[in-house]
């Protein structure tokens, strides 16, 4: 029983001395760090200089003309629109035309304004370009879309991924693509005339 008694002595305090030990550690490293930290007396001279020549932002007298950056101007003052008499939609504008063109001086008509014939990317955007289509009393208008060398793509770089087609003629005779306000788009020869409508990115202010 003696025996028990000794083994269970031991034990515990085999167990108990890491216990301490462990406790121990963090408390010196702690005090190590801390040491690390205690500047020498030249670091808390310069110290007191900066204290001293440290002056907080908010008593700085700030200039009624001085410049703000663009990053720090508020959110809010920044934003988008679209030029009078265009409509915005999806963070573009767009106008229809007055005049009537054939698609290569529409395109060139829409470039002086600093756009392109418009391009329709996905549904709602062609159900948009349909509606103020119809707006202006019109049953059709070009876009954008043209074929080279049987790859139809749209003249303001945009991908090609939606597609839309009411009807489809040979692109290699009737190359430029223009909306119908009823049904999906269609290709013609360039050289028709009718009017356009133009695309842009919205000023930013």
């Keep these: 029983m003696k025996t028990v008694v000794v083994l269970s002595v031991l034990l515990c305090s085999a167990f108990a001395a890491p216990a301490e030990h462990s406790e121990k550690a963090p408390e010196a490293a702690v005090a190590a760090l801390t040491e690390q930290m205690v500047?020498?007396?030249?670091?808390?001279a310069e110290m007191k200089k900066v204290e001293e020549v440290f002056v907080p932002e908010d008593s700085v007298p700030v200039p009624r003309d001085a410049l703000v950056l663009e990053e720090e101007a508020a959110p809010e003052s920044r934003f988008n629109y679209c030029p009078d008499?265009?409509?915005s939609h999806n963070s573009r504008c767009f106008i229809v035309s007055n005049t009537v063109s054939n698609w290569f001086n529409a395109e060139e008509h829409c470039t002086g304004l600093g756009a392109h014939l418009a391009s329709a990317t996905n549904p709602r955007e062609y159900?948009?370009?349909?509606?103020?289509?119809k707006r202006s009393g019109l049953s059709s208008a070009w876009l954008g879309g043209f074929s080279l060398q049987s790859r139809w793509m749209?003249?303001?770089?945009?991908?090609?991924?939606y597609t839309n087609?009411?009807?489809?003629?040979?692109?290699s005779s009737y190359p430029c693509m223009y909306l119908t306000t009823s049904y999906g788009w269609r290709n013609t020869q360039c050289t028709t005339s009718q009017r356009f409508i133009c695309s842009k990115n919205p000023f930013t202010c």
């Design 127 to 133: 159900a948009f370009l349909q509606e103020i289509t």
């Design 165 to 171: 087609w009411y009807s489809q003629a040979s692109p």
């Design 39 to 44: 500047p020498a007396p030249e670091m808390e």
């Design 85 to 87: 008499g265009w409509y």
């Design 154 to 161: 749209w003249i303001d770089s945009q991908g090609l991924y």
